[in-house]
């Protein structure tokens, strides 16, 4: 998906960020299975591989499952309680959820579109499979302030998702498309162990081209 689709969302997609700032959020459990559901439609789904994931509880009252690495990147380190007295604030306390505010972290989002031919089900670089329609977004996140190794990362956002998000201006500094590419050769660094694929660099860092 992001050999395929990648420079098409950076090129033609609006640069977005998401309105509202926090987020609850509980452990994930060890091969529990979570399942992405949106106005009756599952979107995605993930079996938790490891002890250290999270589950968060979306604007649409959807679930769905974040690395520990992708909680550090775009969520602030202070954690609070769920203050509130309402018996559905006592179900989220009881299941162990907790306030997470964001970073602000701005996302590349393009629109599908018929001709796209967008694969019916694909796996994100996280292990999640998602499903995508005409009318849902391809998002990428924006990687060009970030430091050191990025895992790159192509997903699916619904329409409904995307009420939540603003469009801001891109910086016709850091988002032209040679700039980024320089930027991307000079700061990559190979890793240390060798992986299948072609190196392809359209952005900031260094990334790996998937073939998924």
């Known amino acids: 998906m992001l050999a395929r689709y990648g420079e098409q969302v950076y090129e033609k997609g609006r640069l977005m960020v998401k309105c509202s700032g926090s987020v609850l959020m509980r452990q994930a459990k060890f091969d529990e299975s979570v399942s992405t559901c949106i106005n009756g439609r599952v979107t995605a789904t993930v079996v938790v591989t490891d002890h250290n994931s999270m589950v968060v509880l979306g604007d ?30 006592e179900l989220h306390r009881s299941q162990g959820f907790k306030v997470y505010t964001r970073r602000r972290k701005p996302k590349f989002f393009y629109e599908v579109k018929s001709e796209d031919h967008v694969f019916r089900a694909f796996r994100t670089a996280f292990g ?80 790996r081209r998937f073939t998924s």
């Not at 769905?64 to 007295?85: F, M, P, R």
């Open 128 to 207: 999640s499979v998602q499903s995508a329609e005409v009318g849902d977004y391809l998002v990428i996140p924006d990687y060009t302030d970030c430091e050191g190794h990025v895992t790159p990362e192509i997903y699916m956002m619904s329409r409904e998702q995307n009420f939540y998000f603003t469009e801001i201006e891109k910086d016709p500094r850091k988002h032209e498309s040679k700039n980024v590419l320089a930027k991307g050769r000079k700061a990559c660094k190979a890793p240390d162990k060798k992986l299948p694929g072609k190196w392809w660099t359209p952005w900031a860092k260094c990334w």
């Open 60 to 89: 649409l009252h959807e679930q769905y499952v974040l690395s520990k690495a992708k909680v550090k990147q775009n969520y602030e380190d202070t954690v609070k309680e769920i203050t509130g007295s309402e018996p559905v604030d």
